[in-house]
């Protein structure tokens, strides 16, 4: 098993700026993509952005320029910079994290963080 703990959520203004982070621990053994996804009242729960033990990198198109997903292999921890937030990123932020390879994975969830933005 994994266990995936978020923080960093909170309520900011907006065109303001937040930091979430995320660390897996337990059986973390060839975890190959950790990565963000949010879920807002009333709709499906998207990806934010991911990236692999590589560093490669994949945002949603809505958070391009503003978002920055970074990782830490040693410490199993991923972190997402959140800046010039707007009210449609309101939502709450899950930390995913795939473990195994690419065509065979297993994922475990974060218990999510709230982000409000709001004047």
């Known amino acids: 098993q994994v266990q995936v703990v978020e923080s960093g959520g909170g309520l900011v203004q907006p065109g303001g700026s937040l930091r979430l982070s995320c660390a897996a621990s337990g059986n973390t053994f060839s975890i190959y993509a950790m990565g963000w996804y949010r879920q807002a009242p009333g709709k499906q729960r998207e990806l934010v952005a991911s990236?692999?033990?590589?560093?490669?990198?994949n945002y949603a198109d809505s958070v391009k320029g503003r978002f920055t997903i970074s990782r830490d292999n040693a410490k199993n921890a991923v972190y997402l910079q959140m800046n010039s937030l707007n009210s449609e990123d309101t939502a709450v932020y899950y930390c995913?994290?795939?473990?195994?390879?690419?065509?065979?994975?297993?994922?475990?969830w974060g218990q999510g963080t709230q982000v409000t933005v709001s004047s």
């Open positions: 995913n994290v795939k473990r195994g390879a690419p065509s065979a994975y297993y994922v475990y």
């Open positions: 990236i692999t033990s590589g560093g490669s990198t």
